[in-house]
């Protein structure tokens, strides 16, 4: 089956810590993009890539760092810089030719 | 900055009843608008998506308006049923294909049987 995958759903830190979470696809899409959302807000983006080995921060990419390998891949790392990390994270691709962009399940991050 | 709304946090309707969700947006060089449903705890569905040289689409049970005049969209439900209780989001585009998507903060359809 294609499509993305985000690993893991539900992940658990302790304050001070970095965590790397895991977004692939295999839609062969160009573009990958990592967004935020918060309890009854819609999504904000942190970071996106349109190929590999470039990306660009989003709205608030602060505490927040990316990496672009891989096509297929665009891992997220929430450092300990990031003040309020607790969030629901979800990664999406799309082809560079179109605005329609396709989600993965998500990961839900809590940090205590 | 300017970004994607939508009128009304909830709406509430009964199984079988027609649904409307709004949504505004401000940016008048947006040329695509998307809607998705997200069910609790998973990721955004793509439902229809519409381009701003067009003023409806139609898809199954689910129709997009565009109304560029007052920068205003739309996504009509017909025959609600209880599975289509999600969050729904407007998103639009104002760049070119492979950059975000700006979202808006969702409307939380409830179907009541």
């Known amino acids: 089956d294609g499509g993305i995958t985000q690993s893991p759903k539900y992940l658990f830190r302790k304050e001070g810590q970095n965590v790397t979470l895991s977004c692939e696809q295999n839609?062969?899409?160009?573009?990958m993009y990592w967004y935020r959302q918060d309890p009854g807000q819609g999504l904000r983006l942190i970071y996106y890539?349109?190929?590999?080995?470039?990306?660009q921060k989003g709205d608030i990419a602060e505490g927040y760092s990316v990496s672009r390998e891989k096509k297929e891949s665009f891992p997220l790392t929430v450092t300990s810089a990031q003040k309020n990390p607790t969030a629901f994270y979800l990664c999406?691709?799309?082809?560079?030719?179109?605005?329609?962009?396709?989600f993965g399940p998500g990961t839900r991050l809590t940090v205590t | 900055g300017e970004s994607v709304g939508l009128h009304l946090p909830t709406l509430s309707v009964q199984e079988g009843d027609n649904s409307i969700i709004n949504c505004a947006y401000s940016?008048?060089?947006?040329?695509?608008f998307i809607w998705y449903k997200q069910e609790s705890g998973k990721g955004p569905q793509f439902i229809i998506d519409?381009?701003?040289?067009?003023d409806k689409r139609q898809g199954q049970r689910v129709t997009v308006l565009l109304n560029k005049t007052v920068k205003h969209l739309s996504l009509q439900i017909a025959a609600t049923q209880p599975g289509d209780s999600a969050v729904y989001f407007c998103a639009e585009n104002i760049g070119q294909a492979g950059t975000a998507l700006i979202f808006g903060k969702g409307t939380t359809l409830s179907v009541s049987s």
């Open positions: 519409i381009r701003s040289n067009m």
């Open positions: 839609l062969n899409h160009d573009a």
């Open positions: 890539s349109q190929i590999v080995n470039d990306f």
């Open positions: 999406a691709s799309s082809f560079l030719t179109s605005s329609e962009q396709y």
């Open positions: 940016n008048s060089a947006s040329d695509y």
